[in-house]
């Protein structure tokens, strides 16, 4: 529910009451990972997707039927055999969904979450929402509820926070929300949602409870080297993507508001004195698209020893063999020139600086996800990783 922070922040400002369908497991070829989320405000209106469509309408009933019994429910969705247009996932996958009421409460101060209802706190609701109001303020926080095991835990949510902070309980007792935050901060860290086994004296045995673990996180940062054409081009894939993309050349004349005017920001300063600087986690994608040595080596030397996501460098087959021996003189190890995707992108006949910012944007998108750049209908297996492909993952 944290991917509709901002609306749903919205909601509980006003005091509207609503309910949010989460997926919490996928099986086979589900084409929405765990914590996507369909909201349906009390005034019908609805925002967010479980499924991509197929079971939308089913979900929309559920939640308003929350809305009218204040229940919370997980319920499972699959293929149907006797009738495709039945409801059902015609994928052939499916999905558990979760599906929690939010009563209309007193509206907050600006920027926090609404007050519960008069006559008491709502269960399970309070620490959701304040999940919410911080992702919608932008700040990095986990929110941990359970979503399979005991009735009366069912729900159950806590808040975690970067530092180790947390708030709420899971219902089970200490040590379980120890055990709980723990796991969330680890997903936090990188910025992934996904599911936990734990049994409920917070031992890591499986079998007891699962939870969900949203992680909201700002956006991935997508950092381009070389003012160029291809570089404008990419820029827009990138913020079509959900980058916060920063264009980095010593060249002032070229790094100018006026080419790049759909960049976060726009940076004169030696690439790689830039790169030692500026701040990158795992998330982060470097594209080095100057294909000028003097830019590109001393910027690959730093970039291939930093734990970011994704680095790519374009040029010739020539030019990467050239800049690899130059590498290697540098001090660069094979397995840390193994991590350079050169040249850059996926291979799909690319000419134009659109296409090739298409190439190198699906490659990113593959090596997110595990992705193969294989065609579809070269493939014999699921489209959509399976539940358990996906946590490990991380999807």
Known sequence: MLDLAGPLRE????????????VVAVGGSAPRPPGAALAVCGDGTVIGSVSGGCVEGAVYDLCLQALDDGETRV????????DAFAVGLTCGGTIDVMITPFPAGRAGRPGEPAAPPTGGPVPHTAVPLAAVAAAGRGEPVALARVVRGPGELLGGALLVRPGGASEGGLGGGP???????????????IGRTGTVELSEDGSHCPGGLTLLVESAVPPPRMIVFGAIDFASALVRAGKFLGYHVTVCDARPV????????????????WPDRYLRGTRTDRRTVLCVLTHDAKFDVPLLTEAL??????VGAMGSRRTHEDRARRLREEGVSDSELARLRSPIGLHLGARTPEETALSIAAEIVAMRHGGTGTPLTDMDRPIHATGREAAAQGV
Do not use: N
């Open 75 to 82: 319920e499972r969705f699959g293929y149907s055999d006797e």
């Open 175 to 189: 040590a379980l929300d120890r055990t709980a935050a723990a796991e969330a901060r680890a997903l936090l860290d």
């Open 254 to 269: 070229f790094a100018t508001r006026a080419r790049f005017p759909e960049a976060d920001e726009i940076v004169v300063d």
């Open 305 to 310: 020893r930093l734990p970011v996501a994704y």
């Open 11 to 22: 909601w509980t400002k006003e005091g509207r009451a609503f309910a949010v369908a989460t």
